[in-house]
């Protein structure tokens, strides 16, 4: 760890590690957080392509129900496109994977596994992760689950139909693809307890000399948070993905009822088991995973917006407080996912007013950006431009939670597109954008290049201006009553006639947002070779400590000694002679 | 009035009683969300070009005072505790969790399954003939063949009857998975749980034909599992009942 190695124009970090590894441990087998962060983001860019290619085939048959799909539609075989034309069994399927792959594949690992590994020692000031073996491990169980999870697509039956929540008694009785998705669910849930439990430690344990946790970033503090929401939250899901596989394969009637008479014959089970109370393990999961998939997002805005308008972010004690009170409410909110299943008075008006409740710490942080924008110096660069449209887009879908989160209004639009619409804002516009902020931002960092800006922009307006016209006329089709998971778009019902029109809208605006991921795709690539080098470690003139590192960082991150003498967000404090200093420097 | 609400939020037109104030609950909670989010989004716009760095080359060192984003953190909370506790928890109370009582109310029976509803009616002597798993492979309903209360019952599959302006209640049940009965135009919906008995219940007030759409995945027939509810006039309701008593199909 000799400082002299180190320079700004560095290339090349492999220079500087302790001894020569070999290619394969060093970016294979890799034990180094960094590596590891790259090695997520590229598996998990993987699979969020991959799970929006399969919702551009649903959105076909949606807008043109029993039309055979032109060209591509003749790859795929008899059992799933006989013709080009898509089978109900095959739509389902669709549904079930689209959803699965984008959260437990797709959105999370991006935001908690690519972000977090990659940051997090970087930004408290440490050589790496607490337990770096164990942080290997977390990522080839999380391939091994997710490869699995795409094997399924190769079973005879195709895989699991049951929708990412995979109620039973449904998914009790489905064919084999359950089975599988209830492995790989259970190997990806164990990905994810080992990285939340290194992830805690490491910010517990491994902050540099000064960085107390007052110091700490937002975007750490939102990593923490999420950790304990994962590490709390999946064991009940663990638990319940097991108790499903007894009921397919043991023949356990956990979440299986007496009586069941099912395809014309009485079920041959045991019975005796409640189907509801998979339900209840699934949400008490789903709710905090649905903070677990907006908390890296919000960080990564915060630490982005603050560089960008060159300002500390007001009231930033007040917006910790406000995530350790959200992460703790997250786990008293989920029965609002089962308003409709027979609740009485007494536990609807617990969990409405919980959820109610959730909704002011969201706005306290959400004011609490707004608010550091006035007065500052923005710079409208890309990584800003999506930290700017993901607020609005994230404020509008915690908005349009409020109807849901009220059990009477969520009576008309349960289980419809007006659902869709919502928890799509929150994640789509909302935190991938987020998330994309993040990779613009930090690209320098990991490469030494920046990405190309005029693509940037190629890439942010369409997609910005696509996503709106993609989930904004699904909440006019729910308030009109078109239920969610229709294979044919809803046309078998007279009452939504009116409104099919929107499929083809809807549809045709996600095949252009595709179109508008091709100039991220081409820059991601074409930035790392050959995009312009940074000539500083710091391009962004940010505060943080992983600016403080050689680029692209090495083994074991820092060259010198780091002692923290201040804020996070320490811009144009007064009589400091530049408008940003370092959270390392003991001057201003 | 009525029309620009409409316009603005469109739902289908309401055909019972009772989602009159689940409409109005509806308006206001979107009222709410509009208000919000232009507010926000007119600030935004504002920030946004005013502070720009070309304009404003060096940032404040302090924050502006928090006055106004406070008053709407309260405004918020005000609002949602009206919404919640004049509003939804009382309608809840009212509509979802109990069912009205009184001779004025009749009872229709709706067992689901993939992919169809079976609808049980009382027939002209008001009580429901036996059911039991057993007598399933026999009939949809597995109607107990023995019992003289269901002699005169009527079962039909997907089509219901209902006379205008009295209150129905259906008692839900699944022989085989999660179904959910959802009437967009009388603003009801109700998860049907095998292993459990739920009910829903609306007073329809228009003349007309409606739909039942599943509203849970329920397997690969889910987007076709329609039913019709049919409102007629009590007259052609008692005729009907009277034609079909003691008939199953």
Same mark, same amino acid.
């Given at each position: 760890m000799s400082s002299e190695h180190h320079s700004a124009h560095h290339d090349h970090s492999h220079d500087d590690t302790h001894h020569q590894q070999s290619f394969w441990s060093q970016y294979v087998f890799s034990t180094d957080h960094k590596i590891i962060g790259i090695q997520y983001l590229f598996m998990s860019l993987f699979f969020l392509f991959f799970g929006f290619c399969l919702m551009l085939l649903m959105r076909w048959q949606i807008a043109y129900p029993g039309h055979p799909l032109p060209i591509i539609g003749k790859m795929f075989g008899a059992d799933s496109m006989p013709n080009g034309v898509m089978l109900p069994e095959f739509y389902n399927q669709l549904g079930a994977m689209h959803g699965t792959i984008m959260v437990f594949l797709g959105v999370v690992p991006l935001g908690f596994a690519v972000f977090g590994n990659y940051l997090i020692p970087l930004q408290i000031g440490a050589k790496d992760m607490a337990f770096p073996r164990l942080n290997m491990f977390s990522y080839w169980s999380f391939l091994a689950g997710g490869m699995l999870m795409l094997s399924s697509?190769?079973?005879?039956?195709?895989?699991?139909?049951?929708?990412?929540?995979?109620?039973?008694?449904?998914?009790?009785?489905?064919? %084999?693809?359950?089975?599988?998705?209830?492995?790989?669910?259970?190997?990806?849930?164990?990905?994810?307890?080992?990285?939340? +439990?290194?992830?805690?430690?490491?910010?517990?344990?491994?902050?540099?000399?000064?960085?107390?946790?007052?110091?700490?970033?937002?975007?750490?503090?939102?990593?923490?948070?999420?950790?304990?929401?994962?590490?709390?939250?999946?064991? #009940?899901?663990?638990?319940?993905? *097991?108790?499903?596989?007894? %009921?397919?394969?043991?023949?356990?009637?956990?979440?299986? $009822?007496?009586?069941?008479?099912?395809?014309?014959?009485?079920?041959?089970? @045991?019975?005796?088991?409640?189907?509801?109370?998979?339900?209840?393990?699934?949400?008490?999961?789903?709710?905090?995973?649905?903070?677990?998939?907006?908390? #890296?997002?919000?960080?990564?805005?915060?630490?982005? /917006?603050?560089?960008?308008?060159?300002?500390?972010?007001?009231?930033?004690? !007040?917006?910790?407080?406000?995530?350790?009170?959200?992460?703790? +409410? @997250?786990?008293?909110?989920?029965?609002?996912?089962?308003?409709?299943?027979?609740?009485?008075?007494?536990?609807?008006?617990?969990?409405?007013?919980?959820? !109610?409740?959730?909704?002011? $710490?969201?706005?306290?942080?959400?004011?609490?950006? *707004? /608010?550091? +924008?006035?007065?500052?110096?923005?710079?409208?660069?890309? $990584?800003?431009?999506?930290?700017?449209? *993901? +607020?609005? !887009?994230?404020?509008?879908?915690?908005?349009?939670?409020?109807?849901?989160?009220?059990?009477?209004? %969520?009576?008309?639009?349960? %289980?419809?597109?007006?659902? /869709?619409?919502?928890?799509?804002?929150?994640?789509?516009?909302?935190?991938?954008?987020?998330? *994309?902020?993040? /990779?613009?931002?930090?690209?320098?960092?990991?490469?030494?290049r920046k990405m190309n800006e005029f693509l940037g922009h190629l890439h942010f307006w369409p997609t910005l201006i696509t996503m709106n016209l993609v989930f904004f006329p699904m909440l006019i089709q729910g308030l009109m009553g078109l239920n969610r998971r229709m294979y044919d778009g809803g046309a078998t019902y007279a009452f939504n006639h009116d409104i099919l029109y929107w499929n083809v809208v809807i549809s045709s605006a996600a095949w252009v947002m595709a179109l508008a991921q091709l100039p991220f795709i081409f820059n991601f690539f074409y930035s790392m070779f050959n995009g312009e080098k940074v000539n500083s470690d710091n391009p962004w003139q940010s505060a943080t400590l992983e600016w403080a590192t050689p680029t692209p960082p090495g083994h074991g991150n820092f060259t010198h000694p780091i002692t923290v003498y201040r804020d996070p967000y320490s811009y144009s404090l007064p009589g400091a002679p530049k408008d940003y200093s370092p959270q390392d420097q003991k001057e201003i | 009035m009525d029309n620009i609400l409409q316009k603005l939020l469109p739902m289908q037109p309401l055909a019972s009683v009772e989602g009159r104030d689940n409409d109005t609950l509806m308006y206001l909670i979107h009222g709410l969300v509009l208000v919000l989010f232009v507010g926000w989004a007119i600030y935004y716009i504002v920030v946004l070009i005013k502070f720009r760095e070309t304009k404003n080359s060096k940032a404040a060192e302090s924050h502006v005072a928090h006055t106004v984003s406070s008053y709407v953190e309260w405004f918020v909370v005000v609002a949602e505790i009206v919404l919640l506790f004049a509003f939804s928890i009382p309608f809840w109370a009212v509509h979802q969790a109990s069912v009205p009582e009184g001779k004025n109310i009749m009872e229709v029976k709706v067992v689901a399954q993939q992919f169809a509803w079976n609808v049980h009616y009382a027939g002209p002597d008001g009580r429901f003939g036996r059911a039991s798993a057993r007598f399933l492979e026999d009939n949809p309903l597995g109607l107990d063949p023995s019992d003289p209360d269901g002699k005169d019952d009527i079962t039909t599959m997907n089509q219901v009857y209902l006379p205008v302006n009295k209150t129905v209640i259906f008692r839900l049940t699944s022989k085989d998975v999660i179904h959910s009965f959802g009437v967009p135009a009388m603003r009801v919906k109700q998860d049907i749980i095998p292993g459990m008995t739920t009910s829903a219940w609306f007073t329809p007030n228009k003349i007309g034909q409606y739909e039942i759409a599943c509203s849970q995945l329920c397997g690969v027939g889910h987007y076709r599992m329609r039913g019709i509810i049919n409102v007629v006039a009590q007259a052609d309701f008692d005729q009907w009942i009277a034609q079909n008593k003691g008939i199953h199909d």
């Open positions: 697509f190769f079973l005879p039956n195709g895989p699991a139909s049951n929708g990412w929540t995979s109620y039973s008694p449904l998914s009790d009785i489905a064919h %084999d693809g359950q089975t599988i998705w209830l492995f790989s669910m259970a190997i990806i849930i164990i990905s994810s307890l080992l990285s939340s +439990l290194n992830f805690i430690t490491t910010i517990f344990n491994l902050r540099a000399p000064g960085m107390t946790f007052e110091r700490l970033p937002f975007f750490i503090w939102a990593q923490l948070i999420t950790a304990f929401l994962l590490l709390l939250a999946f064991p #009940p899901l663990e638990g319940a993905a *097991f108790l499903q596989l007894c %009921d397919r394969l043991l023949g356990t009637s956990f979440f299986l $009822p007496t009586g069941l008479f099912v395809n014309g014959h009485i079920a041959n089970i @045991s019975g005796g088991g409640n189907a509801l109370l998979w339900q209840h393990l699934f949400w008490f999961l789903g709710h905090p995973e649905v903070y677990v998939i907006i908390l #890296p997002a919000l960080g990564i805005v915060t630490e982005i /917006i603050a560089c960008n308008t060159r300002k500390s972010i007001a009231g930033f004690g !007040m917006m910790r407080w406000s995530i350790i009170f959200l992460g703790f +409410l @997250s786990f008293v909110v989920w029965s609002h996912h089962t308003y409709l299943t027979g609740m009485g008075t007494n536990i609807t008006a617990f969990f409405q007013t919980t959820t !109610m409740i959730i909704s002011i $710490p969201s706005v306290i942080i959400v004011s609490a950006l *707004f /608010i550091t +924008l006035w007065g500052g110096s923005i710079r409208f660069n890309v $990584p800003m431009l999506f930290a700017l449209a *993901f +607020l609005p !887009m994230f404020g509008f879908g915690g908005l349009t939670g409020l109807p849901l989160g009220l059990a009477a209004t %969520d009576i008309p639009l349960h %289980d419809t597109y007006y659902v /869709i619409g919502h928890f799509h804002y929150v994640v789509a516009p909302g935190v991938v954008l987020g998330l *994309f902020a993040g /990779i613009y931002y930090w690209f320098p960092k990991a490469t030494g | -």
